[in-house]
């Protein structure tokens, strides 16, 4: 079966620098999220998208924007690039209105390795 | 959101079953109980959820007490492969809906 693919798989930048990741949703899932998580740390979100309007918020720089687009899939975009961004960026998706939970299982990504230097 | 607390760490011998367990206190009553795991570095894989009846798949059982304080995760058969983290993850459609929060797991170590 398809999964959420993420590209690239592995990314370094410098300091200052921007850095776009792609996420690919599973076909007919119409919801998108985005976490990023640190060396050691569990996995945090960032934000959501559901029918491409934001759904959701959390703890994301304001230097991050994302957006879906027409086809379902989503960018987050990253700028000013600071050491402490270098982490594990997943991508998940689901089917569905997020708050249908009997439904709402998110897939996840591989993942996204993002290395500031 | 309802808090959920885990246990850090625990083995199980290979094969027989891994029972883990989820204390959610403060559930409220159209909050759902999610279960994923999270193998080193890999994206993290949904197992089961439920509401309040218990659930089976072909991966795991949810057994919810009644007053649904409580839940545990159960991995009939362990193999070296259960080897991850275990995030018990409690969802409801007015608060974090959209999101899943990833608190302090359970490392769960199958051990020949």
């Known amino acids: ?117 | 959101d309802a808090k959920t607390t885990q246990p850090p760490s625990m083995d199980c011998a290979e094969g027989r079953a891994a029972n883990l367990p989820c204390n959610h206190s403060t559930i409220s009553g159209n909050e759902y109980v999610y279960w994923y795991r999270q193998i080193h570095s890999q994206g993290p894989q949904y197992i089961i959820h439920g509401l309040k009846n218990n659930e089976t798949n072909e991966m795991a059982s949810l057994i919810i007490t009644e007053d649904r304080k409580s839940s545990t995760l159960i991995l009939p058969h362990a193999t070296l492969r259960d080897t991850a983290v275990y995030y018990c993850i409690v969802r409801g459609p007015n608060t974090n809906a959209g999101k899943s929060t990833f608190g302090d797991g359970t490392t769960l170590t199958v051990k020949p």
Request: net charge neutral; with cysteine.
């Open chain 1, 1 to 117: 079966a398809a999964g959420v693919i993420q590209s690239p798989r592995h990314l370094i930048k410098e300091k200052r620098e921007t850095a776009t990741l792609k996420c690919y949703p599973i076909p007919r899932h119409d919801t998108v999220y985005w976490y990023q998580q640190g060396p050691g740390q569990d996995p945090q979100f960032l934000i959501s998208f559901y029918e491409k309007m934001q759904s959701d918020k959390g703890s994301i720089p304001d230097r991050f924007s994302a957006q879906q687009f027409s086809d379902y899939h989503s960018e987050l975009n990253m700028s000013s690039l600071e050491l402490g961004d270098s982490a594990l960026y997943f991508c998940a998706s689901s089917s569905g209105q997020p708050r249908d939970l009997a439904k709402n299982i998110q897939y996840f990504g591989a993942g996204t390795r993002l290395s500031v230097l």
